[in-house]
């Protein structure tokens, strides 16, 4: 029998006054029988001769057809109902919308900026893969971005361990690259790259490139003398609904800040103040997990990347700062009796939600080969599997089938881990370091080059292959980055096999 919301156990989290809880989601709670069912299946493998049973439907039956081609990353929920179809698709619409300056015609569409990164959610998520930096210095950065803030600021009282950072008192929380006509972009990232040599046990040179950020021709004054910058590639959108239904429970029963296993891996969870919720929740979301739901992901970037307001951001200048007066005060898109009086409104907002919670992770390739199956041995042997947990399942749902009950395979536990200095941003947010960043899932990562036409992972898109990603990994990974420097040709080939079959 389903009970209400306000009636679910809540997660107490040593350190915080709150507790937590998966209030976003109409759980039905999981009876005796279904967690000895979830407990049996989600036992490590221990036979590499064979696939598990179901491991090649990483999103259990919500799994959608793999494909070669670019659209593989665009298909529904292979268990969706046929009545929610339609909201998939309008969702699908509003994603691709191209929004456009006030005042206009287009009444609606109108609202952009007046500070802006992109005029469509799909500009950065290509077909709904991963960005990709620039290719030379004249090329766009749309689908990356610099997140900007400075020391100091307000820490919630509910949360401990909280790294108080501030927007930038004039720049706003990320560099805005683009303005409406007769105002001023807030400036331009730059990127430079240094080459980084590492030798392989059998001899083989892997050339690393080190990024260098720097922004230039500033609109709107000097820089803030402690401004502290990261830069963010647009991630893969695939499998989020799935990834918003896994339990809290689940997820933090898998942190250990104190290694108190002594395995070298000290996974944290993120915190955040929902705004949506008005309470400490955990962060899912965003390279540092800094959104607790997709309907928050969602609006954040409505309001931070386009400059449109919504439910959760009303403010119609988006970004802008009260040290950028004009952009304050610029003509906007919201007006009495239309879409809410906001520029997205509820029902928007919503279908957009819907569209990014319900893009179907595809089916695995290959997962009875012998080579796969040798990758996914060494996966495990160097540990990799103690960061990237394979599988989950999810709450059962109440009037929400495509997420309910599913066992998923996301690789990804969605805890912050230290990754060392070579990936340091060093720019807090939350309860994340400087260093710290959510593991991200790895799903689909084998159809980036289809997808996305490039093979460029990690939070900047520094790596140009799986090979190179990995090389980057440091801190709690440090032990397993080096097991990979270390294996024969042939057990390296198989684990990139692995990683490209998922």
Known sequence: ??????????????????????????????????????????????????PEPFEAKPAGAATVRASDSSDAFSQFSGNMPFAHEMDFKLGNALFRKTWVASPASTLASDGLGPLYNARACQDCHL????????????????????????????????????????????????????????????????????????????????????????ISNPGYGPLHPDLMISPRVAPQMIGLGLLEAIPAADILSRADPQDANGDGISGRAQIVMSIEHGVPMLGRFGLKAGKPTVREQSAGAFAGDMGL??????????????GQ?????????????????????????????????????????????????????????????????????????????????????????????????????????????????????????GLTQGVSGHTEFLHDGRARSLLEAILWHGGEAQTARDGVIALPTTDRDALIAFLESL
């Open 1 to 50: 029998m389903l009970r209400p919301l306000f009636l679910l156990p809540f997660l107490a989290f040593p350190g915080f006054a709150q507790t937590l809880d998966d209030r976003h989601l109409p759980v039905i709670p999981r009876t005796a029988e279904d967690a000895a069912k979830v407990a049996s299946i989600l036992r490590p493998v221990q036979d590499f001769s064979q």
């Open 127 to 214: 077909k709904d893969g991963r960005g990709h930096t620039p290719a030379d210095a004249q090329d766009a950065r749309v689908s990356m971005f610099l997140r900007l803030s400075v020391p100091g600021g307000i820490t919630p009282d509910a949360i401990s361990d909280w790294l108080a950072t501030s927007p930038d008192p004039v720049y706003g929380g990320q560099l805005q690259d683009f303005a409406t006509p007769g105002r001023a972009a807030e400036g331009r990232m730059d990127i430079s790259y240094a080459e980084i040599p590492v030798t392989l046990a059998d001899g083989t040179v892997v050339k690393l490139r080190d990024p260098a950020y720097a």
């Open 309 to 322: 307001s919504n439910p959760l951001h009303p403010q119609p200048f988006g970004d802008c700062t009260p």
């Open 325 to 445: 007066p004009a952009c304050v005060t610029a003509v906007h898109g919201q007006e009495d009796g239309i879409r809410d009086g906001l520029e997205v409104d509820a029902q928007s907002l919503d279908l957009v939600t819907f569209y990014a919670q319900n893009l179907g992770v595809p089916e695995r390739r290959a997962v009875s080969d012998p080579q796969v199956l040798r990758g996914k041995e060494m996966f495990y042997s160097l540990q990799c599997a103690a960061c990237h947990t394979p599988k989950h399942v999810t709450h059962r749902l109440k009037d929400q089938p495509e997420q309910s009950f599913q066992l998923i395979w996301p690789y990804t536990d969605l805890l912050l881990h230290d990754m060392g200095e070579g990936l340091a941003d060093n720019r807090p947010e939350g309860r994340a370091s400087g260093q710290e960043w959510k593991t991200p899932p790895l799903w689909g990562i």
